[in-house]
């Protein structure tokens, strides 16, 4: 297993992995960029592609390749590592099946599932003739592995349990169980699609029933119920497939309907995702923010789906996401010319084309919207119009925004700007609360990294640096692995006189058996804080680094020398007097060194 590791690790580069999720940008020898695991307008995470390891700053997670993935899929060792050799391609030793973890093995089940389903799709007229009635080819069928499920009992029971138990196939959503503990099949006489995750695992199955087995019991469309590996809120559906167009546009266009996004893919529309007829929630908007800042939503021509879409935009914003409206195109009396993006493809793709190329601004959407509901005539309804818009408009980060959409607001409703920004409006506390937050997170940090910050300077030049180390001692450091890294480095500097080398100094502290994580933080610290910075400025920083050291040690130990003094005076000793004063003294000059 750990010579799998190994490879994987050698085979890819930490920087080509992460610019996946998050962009990079160049910091002297490393990278820096925005954290994706908290909220932050500077840049605080650093990779180094040397070490192959990455570091926040901000919220303090790091590691290697396996860690970030983990982190920001939300998965197991043994599922990043498979995720990982998949991509590397390293092939990995086989597991005993009583040692793999549930995710993997009821993954194993849906991808079996899926393959029984495709088998029996390719049996069956019936269902290969809906499909091609729906407009369907046979590239984007097996592409998005649509199947069928035959309308019997246990014919995928019969199929899976020669490799897999039955309650294993049920807790993947696939079987029911009886009242006498038995099993049969959850789908029967529907077209089945997969449902997969952002990295293309099949988590589940949306089962279309056929035409010809509708028997009105149950509905159209049925979803597997929620399992280990399943949770609705945290899939978009069709995201595997468009990631990269979607980083390549730099816009993601979601919709309601899975049928949507296969159609839009097949006719060449590749940034769009589904969020299965619900409004976006926060685990989906996570996953929309590693690729892009820009939502263009499309709905469909009902309430329902307007009622979503507006739920859909507050969470949105919420996130500072950019969004904007994608309507229905409409015919000359103002009905849209079709229910949904699906109908519309067959209709005419350029239409699609055409909507997508100019979405509406959302304050328009919802200006047009409420327009249909209020009557601006009457003054009550006007104001109701008014607050509503408003609520919305505050909505907006952007101050130069909010006062040009009240502008606007202005004009279309009649009411002077003045009074507009008379009316009750609500706080937008929460957004002054985040940016309190994050003031006091940069403030603790530049209090509390003063250490961390002389050190980084420190060891970017050892060799011209090592004054330092006579006049700043260890003791002046609060954080003790700190302390002990510094008092390791001064020994080795001792030994090694104008000859210092941080590979070596690394290699020892190794040898040592002494953990290295602290000094490859420090190394990237520095390229994230003075990469722009030259020569001459790094070595002004130190300097103010050491001042504040020395200065922060002197206050600290001020009131315990006027004790240690007065205690002296009482004894009449006046050798501890004069060498409580003269170790004061030494402080202060050292102070006086690197001050200016």
Partial sequence: MSDAVEQVKSRINIADLLREYIELKKAGANWKALCPFHSEKTPSMMVSEDKQIWHCFGCGEGGDIFGFVMRIEGLEFPEALRLLAKKAGVELPKYDPA??????????????????????????????????????????????????????????????????????????????????????????????????????????????????????????????????????????????????????????????????????????????????????????????????????????ADSAGIEAAFRGIDAALSYGLNVKILEMPKNEFGEPLAKDPDELIKINPELWKKAVGSPKSIIDFYIDTNLLKFNLSDPRENSDFCKSILKQIQKLKSPVERALWIKKLSRVSGVDERDLRLLPQEPRAKQLRADEEDGKTQKNAIISGIEAQYLALLFSDMNKNADFLKNIPAELFKNEIAKELYRSLIVYYNDNENNFDINKFSGWLASLGKDRTALDKLLLLKDKDYAGKNENECAKALKECAFRLLERHVKEKEPGILRALQEADNAGDKKKRDQILLEHQNLLNRKKLYNG
Avoid: C
Avoid at 100 to 119: E, P
Avoid at 242 to 258: H, P, R
């Fill in 99 to 300: 040692a793999t973890s549930q995710k993997t093995k009821l993954g194993d089940i849906l991808d079996a599932a899926a393959d029984f389903y495709s088998q029996e799709f390719y049996k069956s007229e019936t269902a290969s003739g809906y499909i091609k009635k729906r407009g369907l080819k046979d590239e984007t069928v097996k592409n998005f592995r649509i199947g069928f499920s035959p309308q019997k009992w246990d014919g995928l029971l019969k199929f899976l349990q020669t490799k897999f138990k039955p309650q294993d196939i049920a807790l993947a959503g696939l079987l029911i169980q009886k009242e006498d503990n038995g099993f049969y099949d959850r789908f029967r006489g529907r077209i089945m699609f997969p449902i997969f995750n952002h990295l293309g695992g099949i988590v589940g199955f949306t089962a279309r029933v056929l035409p010809e087995f509708d028997d009105g019991k149950s509905g159209k469309y049925v979803n597997t119920p929620e399992t280990t590996v399943y949770k609705k809120s945290q899939i978009l559906y069709g995201l595997n497939f468009a990631k990269q167009e979607i980083k390549k546009e730099d816009a993601v266009v979601v919709v309601e309907g899975n049928m949507d996004v296969i159609a839009l893919h097949q006719a060449g529309f590749k940034n769009v995702v589904a969020t299965s007829g619900t409004a976006l929630t926060k685990e989906q908007l996570e996953l929309i923010r590693r690729f892009t800042q820009n939502v263009i939503m499309s709905f469909d």
